[in-house]
C-alpha cells in the first residue's frame, strides 16, 4: 500500500536491527518511507496525474503497490496503478515503445474513420434501395432523380468550425455529458422511430463512441447497452418477440456488432470456411422440394429436348413424396449436415476469439433474461443469446458475406443457396422451437436434435466472462487527466443530436436542475440541418460543466489516505521512468541492474541522482528542465525520508525498473496488434472499395432509368423544353376544394372568391405552390415541394400538407401534380 498503519506517525524512521534478512530489511525500509510521506508537504505542484487520484482516493479506490510487480489485480485496480498506465500511454517521450503507439493509435484512428465512412455508404445504398423503387413506381422526373443521384456523389469531409464560440463550448458539455453518461442516450434510444435511427447510431457508435479499441470508449458503450436492455426487458409483454422485432434497439444492436472487434472475428473465423465452400460453384445442395422437381423438369426436358409430359404445378406435398426427389435429396441432406456441422465447430471453438463487447452483452441478456423471467428454462435462455448471437451477428455474415468482407466478390448461385441453409439449420439451433416452421427443414430435425445440447452449452459458456466496471472506473480516472477529449463530429451529428434530446426534452429530463436539462436549455433551439456539401466535420473539445474541483491543499484529502507525499513519490518516480526512456543507454543499464535484494547488495541499482544530472546537462531543453526538476524531486523527498540515498534508493530504484520491464514487454504486445490491426485495415478498405462499386451500378441503373422514363414536359416550345421549366398553372381555391385537394381552409368564407393558387415545375420533380389574392402582385405564401418528399409522405401513411392558410390532400395533390406535370 502507499501509506501504512504505524503507532507513531511523527516519529522518525528507526534503524533495522542487525541481524534483519535482506527481505526484512527491504521491507522494514519500505514501510518507514510510507510512514514519512504521510505529512510531508512538498514544495512541488502535483502533476495532473494528481487531480485524478485525489477523486479516485475519496471515491475509496484502493491506494495499491506502487511496484510493477504487484499482483495483477492490485495493478489493475488501484491509485497507484493510474501512474503505470499513464505510462503506457506517455506522449512526453518518443522512445521506440512510443513510436510503435503513435504508430498503432493512427492505426486505430483510421480504422474508426473508415468504419464510419462504411456505415456511411451503407446507409446511401439502403436510401438508394427505396429512392429508386419510388422512381420506378412514378416516373420521377429527370431532376428529381439527380436529386437522388447526389447520393451518389462522395462529398470530401474537409474540416469547419462552428462560428460562435460559446456554441462550441455548450455543444462540448453536452457531448461529454452524454458521453461520460450513457444513460441519456440509452434512455433517448427508446423514444426515437425507426426512421431516425440509423442516423442516431451513426453519431452513437462511430462518434460519441467511435474509437472502437479505445477501452473507455467501449465500456461506456456496453454501459449504454446495458441501459437500453434492462429497459427493453422492463417493458416486455411477450417472451417470444424480445429482442427479435425490428426496433431500433435491435438495429442497435446489429450496427454494434459491425464495428471493428466483431468484423475482425468474423473475418478470422468464418471467412477460410466461407471461401472454401464457395469454390465449388456447380454444388447443388437445394433441398426444398418444389424446387428441385422443377430443376428435375427441366434438366429432363434439356436431355430429351422434348416435353417430359410431367405436370408442371404440384402441390409441396406431392413434390415431397415423389420418389426420384426424394433420391436428389437424401445424399444433399447429408452434406448439408456435415458442412453445418463444420461450421459449428469452427464457430464454437472460436469461443475465446469472440470480442469481450459481444460476450458482455450475451451476459447481460442471460442475467436480464433470469431475473425478469425467474421461471424461464435454460432452453428459452439460450433462445434468446442466440437471438443475438446467431440471429444478429454470425449468420448476417454467413447469408451475404460480401457485405461483411469475408469473401472478395458475391458467390454463385449454388454456394449462395448453400450459405443460406447452414444459417437457417444453425439458427434452428439457436431457437427456443428448435425445429423450423419450413416444412422441407423437418428432415434436418434430427440433426437439430442431435447438436442442441452442444450449442446450448457454447451459448451458456459466452456469457462466462468478467465485468468491467473496475477498468472502465479506472479509465475514467485517467481522462480526468488528460486536458484534450475531444470528438470528430459533423455539424449535421452536432444538431441532429441536440433535436432529437429536445424533441424527447420532457421525458428524458422534466427536472429543472437535471443536468441534460441546463444543457439543451443553454443551447436552446437546435440549427436546422445543412445541405450536404457543408456538412464539415469539426474537432468538438469536450468539457465536464460539473467537474469535481480538487485543490492542492490538505483539507482536499482530508476524507483520504492518499498523501500529497505519496503524490510527490509517484510523480518523481514516473519523471525518473520518463528520464530513463528518453535515454536508452541509461535504461538498458537500469534494467540489468540487479532485482533482489540479494544482487543489489553486491551491484549497484539505478544512480537516480547520477541519471538527475545526466538528463539536467544534456543538449535537449526539455531533458534539462526535466533533470533538474527530479533531482529537486528526489532531494525533497529525502529531506522527508521517504527515500534514503544511504541505501541507493533501493525501493524507488526497484519499482522503476520493474516498470521498464513492463513497458519492454507491453513494445511486443503492441507491435503485435499493429501487425492484426493491419490486415482488419486492409479488409474494411477492400470493403469501402465493394461498396463503392456498388454505387457505381446505381449510377448506371439510375442513368438507364432516366434513358426509359419518358419524363418530358407536357407542353410548350422546345426551347421552354430544353429549359424543362413548366407552369405557372392556375387554379381556384373553390376547384381545389370541389375536387377535394383542399381539406381545411383557414381562408375566411368571404373572400376565397379572391383566392387562387399558380403552381409551377422550375425542374422537373420540384414543384412551387404560390397562395395569390386577386389584385396583389406578390404572392401571400410560397411552399418548394419535391415529389420524392410527397411519394415519401405518402408511403408513411402522412394524409396533409400544411400551407399555413390551408391543408391539401397529400394522396390528391400528387395526382394533380402528375397529371398536369408529367407525361406518362
Not at 518518443?94 to 503513435?102: G, I, N, P, Y
Not at 465493394?690 to 407536357?714: C, D, F, H, M
Amino acid at each position: 500500500m502507499l501509506t501504512g498503519n504505524s503507532p507513531d506517525p511523527g516519529s522518525p524512521p528507526q534503524p533495522p536491527p542487525t541481524d534483519s534478512s535482506p527481505e526484512q530489511l527491504q521491507h522494514q525500509q519500505a514501510r518507514a518511507a510510507r510512514r514519512n510521506r504521510r505529512d510531508a508537504t512538498p514544495a512541488f505542484a502535483p502533476s495532473g496525474l494528481a487531480k485524478a487520484a485525489y477523486i479516485a482516493a475519496q471515491n475509496g479506490l484502493p491506494l495499491g503497490n506502487g511496484s510493477a510487480a504487484a499482483t495483477a489485480g492490485e495493478r489493475r485496480y488501484s491509485v497507484a496503478a493510474l501512474w503505470s498506465m499513464a505510462a503506457e500511454n506517455d506522449v512526453e517521450v518518443d522512445d521506440e515503445l512510443t513510436k510503435a503507439q503513435r504508430r498503432l493509435r493512427d492505426l486505430k484512428t483510421r480504422i474508426s474513420a473508415q468504419s464510419k465512412k462504411n456505415f456511411l455508404l451503407e446507409r446511401d445504398v439502403r436510401y438508394l434501395d427505396s429512392r429508386i423503387a419510388l422512381l420506378i413506381q412514378n416516373r420521377m422526373a429527370l431532376d428529381e432523380q439527380q436529386e437522388v443521384a447526389s447520393h451518389l456523389e462522395e462529398i470530401e469531409t474537409a474540416e469547419g468550425f462552428l462560428p460562435d464560440d460559446r456554441k462550441r463550448q455548450l455543444y462540448g458539455n453536452l457531448f461529454f455529458l452524454l458521453q461520460t453518461e450513457p444513460r441519456h442516450i440509452a434512455a433517448l434510444a427508446r423514444l426515437v422511430t425507426l426512421a431516425e435511427i440509423d442516423t442516431l447510431l451513426q453519431t452513437v457508435m462511430f462518434t460519441i463512441y467511435g474509437n472502437q479499441y479505445d477501452s473507455r470508449e467501449e465500456y461506456l458503450l456496453l454501459s449504454m447497452f446495458q441501459n437500453v436492455l434492462a429497459a427493453q426487458f422492463e417493458s416486455a409483454t411477450d417472451f417470444g418477440s424480445l429482442l427479435r422485432a425490428n426496433t431500433p434497439v435491435s438495429r442497435m444492436m446489429t450496427t454494434y456488432t459491425r464495428r471493428g472487434p466483431g468484423q475482425t472475428y468474423l473475418k478470422h473465423v468464418l471467412s477460410a470456411r466461407i471461401n472454401n465452400l464457395i469454390e465449388h460453384q456447380d454444388l447443388d445442395l437445394e433441398i426444398n422440394p418444389l424446387k428441385v422437381y422443377e430443376q428435375m423438369l427441366n434438366d429432363l426436358e434439356a436431355e430429351t429436348g422434348k416435353p417430359c409430359g410431367l405436370p408442371r404445378s404440384i402441390t409441396p406435398e406431392d413434390a415431397q413424396n415423389n420418389p426420384d426427389v426424394q433420391a436428389i435429396i437424401a445424399p444433399r441432406l447429408v452434406t448439408v449436415m456435415e458442412i453445418t456441422e463444420s461450421f459449428l465447430t469452427t464457430i464454437m471453438s472460436s469461443l475465446d476469439q469472440v470480442p469481450y463487447g459481444i460476450r458482455w452483452i450475451c451476459k447481460q441478456i442471460r442475467s436480464l433474461t433470469k431475473r425478469k423471467y425467474p421461471e424461464a428454462s435454460e432452453i428459452n435462455i439460450c433462445s434468446l443469446i442466440g437471438g443475438f448471437f446467431f440471429l444478429r451477428f454470425v449468420n448476417p455474415a454467413i447469408v451475404t458475406p460480401q457485405a461483411y468482407m469475408l469473401v472478395e466478390s458475391n458467390p454463385a448461385q449454388h454456394p449462395r443457396r448453400t450459405l443460406t441453409l447452414v444459417a437457417k439449420l444453425l439458427q434452428n439451433l439457436a431457437n427456443k422451437p428448435t425445429h423450423s416452421k419450413e416444412a422441407y427443414m423437418s428432415s434436418l430435425n434430427e440433426f437439430v436434435d442431435q447438436h442442441k445440447g452442444r450449442i446450448n452449452r457454447f451459448l451458456d459458456q459466452l456469457c462466462e466472462v468478467g465485468d468491467f466496471y473496475e477498468s472502465l472506473e479506472m479509465d475514467q480516472y485517467v481522462a480526468l487527466s488528460k486536458k484534450d477529449i475531444t470528438l470528430n463530429i459533423s455539424l449535421n451529428e452536432i444538431y441532429n443530436t441536440h433535436a432529437l434530446f429536445e424533441q424527447h426534452r420532457d421525458v428524458l429530463c422534466p427536472g429543472d436542475k437535471h443536468h441534460l436539462r441546463i444543457c439543451l436549455a443553454d443551447l436552446g433551439t437546435p440549427p436546422p440541418q445543412v445541405p450536404r456539401a457543408e456538412n464539415k466535420a469539426i474537432v468538438l473539445p469536450l468539457y465536464s460543466r460539473w467537474e469535481q474541483p480538487i485543490t492542492d491543499t490538505p483539507s482536499s484529502i482530508a476524507d483520504s489516505q492518499l498523501t500529497q507525499g505519496d503524490i510527490l513519490y509517484m510523480d518523481t518516480k514516473a519523471m525518473f521512468v520518463q528520464v530513463l526512456r528518453t535515454m536508452p543507454n541509461l535504461a538498458a543499464a537500469a534494467l540489468n541492474s540487479g532485482s533482489s535484494a540479494q544482487n543489489r547488495s553486491r551491484h549497484p541499482t539505478i544512480n537516480l541522482p547520477r541519471v538527475a544530472e545526466t538528463a539536467a546537462t544534456s543538449r535537449d531543453p526539455t531533458l534539462v528542465k526535466k533533470g533538474i526538476k527530479v533531482r529537486e524531486m528526489l532531494r525533497q523527498l529525502e529531506e522527508m525520508m521517504v527515500v534514503a540515498a544511504a541505501d541507493g534508493h533501493a525501493l524507488m530504484c526497484d519499482e522503476i525498473r520493474q516498470e521498464l520491464v513492463h513497458l519492454g514487454n507491453l513494445r511486443e504486445k503492441v507491435d503485435q496488434e499493429i501487425s492484426s490491426l493491419q490486415t482488419v485495415f486492409k479488409t474494411i478498405i477492400d470493403h469501402n472499395n465493394y461498396l463503392r462499386s456498388q454505387l457505381e451500378s446505381y449510377k448506371a441503373y439510375l442513368q438507364n432509368v432516366r434513358i426509359q422514363s419518358g419524363v418530358t414536359p407536357k407542353s410548350g416550345a422546345k426551347a421552354k423544353a430544353q429549359g424543362l421549366a413548366q407552369g405557372p398553372h392556375k387554379f381556384t381555391h373553390a376547384q381545389l376544394e370541389k375536387e377535394g385537394i383542399i381539406v381545411e381552409s383557414n381562408v375566411p368564407a368571404n373572400r376565397r372568391a379572391n383566392i387562387y393558387f399558380n403552381i409551377m415545375s422550375p425542374v422537373p420533380g420540384t414543384f412551387i405552390i404560390a397562395l395569390h389574392y386577386k389584385g396583389r402582385e406578390k404572392a401571400i405564401l410560397e411552399m418548394d415541394l419535391k415529389l420524392d418528399d410527397l411519394l415519401e409522405k405518402q408511403q408513411m401513411g402522412v394524409h396533409l400538407l400544411d400551407l399555413e392558410y390551408v391543408q391539401l390532400s397529400v394522396h390528391k395533390i400528387l395526382y394533380l401534380l402528375n397529371k398536369t406535370f408529367l407525361k406518362r
